[in-house]
């Protein structure tokens, strides 16, 4: 199995990298393409995070490399602004002390 790495992709229709005044149903049955495209490319997609209202949206996905999300969004025609390569940080993570 190859060791999974967490991206976060990023669309914003004022660079047309998401559909401008997308409803609700219209969105999940264009996530769900998205997901059997990342499926083919062996991506877990997390979740994402969507403003329908402001026209953008964030999706966190696990893989094994950027490309292979760059190839799930090419597969599926879903056009990105940025993938990043995340890790996971909590408040334990950056010596968060509770007390005050």
Known sequence: MKRMKY???THD???GTFPAGIAKPDFGAFFAG???AARDEEVLVL???VGLGEGRAFCYNAAADADAVRRA???AGL???SITEVAMVTPGDLG???RP
């Open 79 to 81: 056009p990105f602004d």
């Open 34 to 36: 998205y997901e059997k």
């Open 47 to 49: 979740s994402a995070q």
């Open 96 to 98: 968060f002390d509770p």
């Open 7 to 9: 991206f976060i992709d």
């Open 13 to 15: 229709h004022r660079s």
């Open 73 to 75: 969004h090419e597969r």
